[in-house]
C-alpha cells in the first residue's frame, strides 16, 4: 500500500521560484525510480523529471536548467525545485513512484510509473 503525498505548491510571479515536496508512506523502498509529472488545463499530462536511488537525474528539455529533482531515501521524500518559473509552468503536478526497482536512469514514460500523489497546483503569473 503505496502512498504518495505532494506539497509545496502555490502562486508565483514569472522568475520566482517554489520547492515541491512528495512523502511517500506505505511500503517504502529506495531503490524505485520516482518522478514528477505535470498536467494543465485541457492539456495531455506530461512528464518532467525522474531519478533512481544513486541520484541520477532525467530531465526533460523545457526544464533542464531550471528545475532540479532529487530524494531523500532516509526520509522517502522526493523534491523538486524550480526556478526561474514561466507562466507555461502553470500545471498541477504530480509525483509518481515505479513499480520496479532499478540501478539505471529512469525513464519519464507515465506508463512506467504504478504509484500517484494527487497533486499539488503551480501557478505562474506574468
Known amino acids: 500500500q503505496v502512498q504518495l503525498a505532494e506539497s509545496g505548491g502555490g502562486s508565483v510571479q514569472a522568475g520566482g521560484s517554489l520547492r515541491l515536496s512528495c512523502v511517500v508512506s506505505g511500503a517504502t523502498s529506495s531503490g524505485n525510480c520516482m518522478g514528477w509529472f505535470r498536467q494543465a488545463p485541457g492539456k495531455e499530462r506530461e512528464a518532467v523529471a525522474a531519478?533512481?536511488?544513486?541520484?541520477?537525474?532525467n530531465y526533460v528539455d523545457s526544464v533542464k536548467g531550471r528545475f532540479t529533482i532529487s530524494r531523500d531515501n532516509a526520509k522517502n521524500t522526493l523534491y523538486l525545485q524550480m526556478n526561474s518559473l514561466k507562466p507555461e509552468d502553470t500545471a498541477m503536478y504530480y509525483c509518481?513512484?515505479?513499480?520496479?526497482?532499478?540501478?539505471?536512469?529512469?525513464?519519464?514514460?507515465?506508463?512506467?510509473?504504478?504509484?500517484w500523489g494527487q497533486g499539488t497546483q503551480v501557478t505562474v503569473s506574468s
Open positions: 531519478i533512481n536511488r544513486d541520484g541520477w537525474t
Open positions: 509518481a513512484r515505479s513499480a520496479l526497482i532499478t540501478s539505471r536512469v529512469c525513464s519519464t514514460t507515465a506508463e512506467n510509473y504504478l504509484y
